[in-house]
């Protein structure tokens, strides 16, 4: 379960939070004022964190790329070529 805590409160107790962060893995959400600004998770959820945006990216690429695939299915390889080239000679 999380814990809420100011950044004040952080500050003077900085070394506890960080340990109940890594050996409890207790998510801290840390606020100013009233307001939810960061968390601090383990390091192994961060890591998670980042592949799930990884795979979603990909994810998300290859839908575009099939449907990419979809539109341009009625030209060649050639047509498509010289448009690229016709695009590029613009620029």
Do not use: C
Request: hydrophobic letters at 40%.
């Amino acid at each position: 379960m999380q814990q809420i805590i100011g950044v004040t409160e952080l500050q003077r107790k900085f070394r506890s939070f960080f340990d109940q962060v890594v050996n409890k893995q207790t998510p801290i959400v840390l606020t100013r004022g009233s307001r939810p600004e960061a968390v601090l998770i383990p390091y192994a959820d961060y890591l998670h964190f980042q592949e799930m945006q990884e795979s979603e990216v990909l994810a998300r690429f290859d839908q575009v790329w099939t449907r990419l695939s979809q539109l341009n299915a009625e030209f060649s390889e050639e047509e498509i070529a010289a448009d690229i080239k016709a695009a590029r000679s613009e620029v």
